[in-house]
């Protein structure tokens, strides 16, 4: 790790990287980049490089972990070995893991999760590089990439950080900032302008603390723009939305029939085949066979020090449970997914 820099911010007002202090990184956003997945987007923020995978919504195996009125989201933030100077132990660690927990809960306002109960929508997003501020980048992936998967939502979520150097505020934090300055402040803000995630390192006044969350607002909002932007040039070159061919008499046939109370999902097995019903109509068939638990694995969770991982609770199950559940489990597992290409396969 390089020293810490005798100062932060010049005389002519500019931080080590030439930027204002109100000033974010570049920022490079690619939506749809991976085929097998339902939505993904690939970002690059300053020299960050995460990209976002969404998968579902799909039925949740093994059952127990279905929620009755609900979607369940799940998301894993991972740092790849190689994301940054010293090699990371892959798996999860419990800054991982804290941060895939309040990452998920920053879509919760905005995900219309009633309208999947019993299915789950998989968000896993990968930092391929890691120069300070990868939560915050993982965070306006993932949001990207759930638009593309065409989860219904809200509004978009964006996210950036705060930092304090040399006594001043200044936005998006780079490495050497983050690492030797005196406050990280990750904050992430839904479209409607609601704060659905805040962390804190370091030490604010309660006057900095009120100019911070201001400060990455506007960050957010930029963020935001950049973001629409991004989905409005995706799908205006996308052939599904060229719409100069379809005429009236078309249009007809194939819009969906007027209902003021859409019924929810349902999920009618018969013989092999599972179909997916929404709203009277049915979205998806598919074979009971690919229906396996394999979709869906369990962290692991491995730790070798003496600090207790923090676990979720609704993924956290005891040996009585697992015990329980074993034969429902081995029901699933007992049979091997016919398709190789897995998506989680392309990911983890
Ligand atoms: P964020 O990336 O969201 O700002 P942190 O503040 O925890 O999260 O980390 C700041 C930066 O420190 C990361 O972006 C990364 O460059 C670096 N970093 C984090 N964890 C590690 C680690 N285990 N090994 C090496 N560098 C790390």
């Known amino acids: 790790m390089s020293d810490k820099p005798e100062k932060f911010i010049d005389e002519n007002g500019l931080r080590l990287d030439g930027r204002q202090i109100d000033e974010m990184r570049p920022m490079k956003i ?36 279905q929620k009755a009125d609900s979607v369940l989201i799940r998301y894993r933030y991972n740092m790849a070995a190689f994301s940054v100077e010293d090699r990371i132990r892959p798996g999860p660690s419990r800054r991982s893991i804290e941060i895939s927990k309040v990452s998920r809960e920053a879509f919760e306002p905005v ?37 593309d998967a065409g989860i219904p939502m809200k509004g978009l ?7 304090k150097v040399d006594g001043q505020l200044v936005l998006d934090l780079n490495k050497a900032e983050d690492n030797f300055g005196d406050a990280d402040f ?10 659905s995630l805040v962390q804190m390192d370091g030490n604010f006044t309660q006057d900095e603390f009120k100019r911070a969350v201001e400060l990455c607002k506007k960050g957010c909002q930029q963020i935001m723009e950049m973001q629409k932007e991004a989905l409005r040039s995706k799908f205006a070159n996308d052939s599904l939305f060229d719409v100069t061919d379809v005429v009236t008499e078309d249009l007809e046939t194939v819009a969906p029939a007027e209902s003021d109370d859409a019924e929810p999902v349902e999920v009618i097995s018969e013989d092999e085949l599972v179909e997916v019903v929404f709203d009277g109509e049915i979205v998806e068939v598919v074979l009971e066979d690919d229906v396996n638990s394999d979709d869906v694995p369990e962290p692991e969770i491995q730790y070798d020090g003496d600090v207790e991982p923090i676990i979720e609770p609704d993924i956290e199950d005891s040996q009585e449970e697992l015990d329980n559940d074993q034969e429902d489990d081995s029901a699933y597992s007992a049979k091997e997914p016919e398709d190789e290409s897995e998506p989680e396969g392309e990911i983890a």
């Open 30 to 65: 690619e939506i749809g980049v991976l085929p097998r997945a339902d939505g993904s987007c690939y970002l690059e923020w300053g020299k960050n490089k995460v990209i976002a995978a969404v998968y579902g919504p799909r039925e949740l195996h093994p059952r127990r972990m």
């Open 111 to 147: 995900v219309l999760t009633q309208l999947y109960p019993g299915a789950v929508i998989d968000v896993f997003a990968e930092v391929l590089q890691a120069d300070a501020g990868t939560r915050t980048a993982a965070i306006n992936a993932a949001s990207l990439a759930l638009a």
């Open 157 to 163: 979520v964006a996210a950036c950080a705060v930092g």
């Open 186 to 195: 990750p904050m992430a803000m839904t479209q409607d302008g609601e704060i």
